[in-house]
């Protein structure tokens, strides 16, 4: 399942192909950021905004389209389910570390809203697959592989058998969960935290907007060929491997002598999204500094900015990051 992942559903081709939907959907942040901005200063919960930046991004990726509130009673569940899914990632499991004290979920009723909230997403991925399905079925066409969305290539696998793959429904359903959970707030968190040391450090937010507005001149929106111009792209494309030769500290944190550190883990338990995420943290950090210069609401200085971490599957902020926006003059 995780080849799969890899090689077909998370290739560098296809997020080359998804170009479009990064791009669309980070001109429509940057609009609802300006519209914001401009009435009257006020503050924006940067981190919201984000959120739902990645959660339409993935579902363009996996169904070609999004499910946003405006798109019915469906969109409205996804964005509920969605919601859901974010907070359960973040909830402190009492059984995943003390096993003996499991039963607290249960009395805490953890247990029953995770239960109900995987059949729901079950019920919703059952009908988004056979409306999917059905169509297919009825069209005498076959999509070319570029226009294919995640789900189109799934059910290819499926039909097909590729690579001897006996690939049922429900391995479907758990594959497109997993790119939900794995692809928002891993993503989102690495733009606040950007964000957050940018804000702490005016100094690094002029140089890097000289260095974006120099490249992207008076354009509105940064597009990837601009992306391409600047110094973003790091010349190796994942930090080379480092070992620490003796136990040191890094940030508060105690990191043992020969541990490796690597952001989206490696081998076997490495992330297929690996090529996905730096694509869309780039345009969308490139287009927020690009386009506004950015402050803390209220007066608040940079030493108030609150710099907390929260538990979860991802080291998220423990407070949304809540801004203000103002555009160049
Ligand atoms: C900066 C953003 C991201 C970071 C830092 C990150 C990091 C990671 C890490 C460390 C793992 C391995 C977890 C483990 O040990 O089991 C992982 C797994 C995974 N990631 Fe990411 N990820 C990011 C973005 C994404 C995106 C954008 C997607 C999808 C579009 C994605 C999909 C997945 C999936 C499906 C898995 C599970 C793989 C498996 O079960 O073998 N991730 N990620």
Redesign the pocket.
Known sequence: M?SI?VMRL?SAERVKLFRLYREEETAELIKKVAVQSRSCSTPIDLSEMLISLMRDL?CRAAFGRKYGENEGESGRKLKKLLEELGEMLGVFSVGDFIPWLGWLDQVSGLNAKIERVFRDFDHFFNVVIDDRKARQDDSSTSLSEDRMDLLDILLQIRKDGTNGICMAKEHIKAILL??FA??TD??CT?IEWAMTQILRHPEIMKKLQEEIRGIAGSKLNIDEDDLEKMRLHPPVPLLLPRKPTKDVEVGGYNIAAGTRLI???ARR?????AT??PAA?ELVLANLLHNFNWSLPGGARIEDLDASKSFGMSVHKKYSLVVLASTQS
């Open positions: 995780r992942c998370l993935i997993d790119m794995g692809a891993t993503t690495v952001p989206f883990g338990r490495g992330c297929p999204g996905f995420a943290v």
